[in-house]
Nanobody, 123 residues
């Protein structure tokens, strides 16, 4: 299973970015999620979406971020609006290969991870 993120970069505070995650080597995608890690910080959850489309967000992104998925080649997205400098970090997409309740505080249950992509928000 390979996950490859794209769409990162640098943006000014208040701007927007849309991250995409392409997945290959897997026939059924269950829980998908976005996580991030700032320098010197632990990795934290951002948002998850299960196979039925139920999305859950950590408080940091509620109202500003939207996670979505489709059945095409890039099945996972993260639309980030009103970005803040504290949103900066490396963003990872991840897959948990079994069904059930799915939330961004369950990062240890995710088995497959992308290599990460840098997001920098300047003030």
């Amino acid at each position: 299973v390979q996950l490859v993120e794209s769409g990162g970069g640098e943006v000014q505070a208040g701007g927007s970015l849309k991250l995409s995650c392409a997945v290959s080597g897997y026939t059924r995608l269950w829980c998908m999620g976005w996580f991030r890690q700032a320098p010197g910080e632990e990795r934290e959850g951002v948002a998850t979406v299960d196979s039925d489309g139920m999305a859950r967000y950590e408080d940091s992104g509620k109202g500003r971020f939207t996670i979505s998925r489709d059945s095409a080649e890039n099945p996972l997205y993260l639309q980030m609006n009103s970005l803040k400098p504290e949103d900066s970090g490396i963003y990872y997409c991840a897959h948990r290969p079994w069904p059930g309740y799915c939330s961004p505080d369950q990062d240890r249950e995710f088995s497959y991870w992308g290599q990460g992509i840098q997001v920098t928000v300047s003030s």
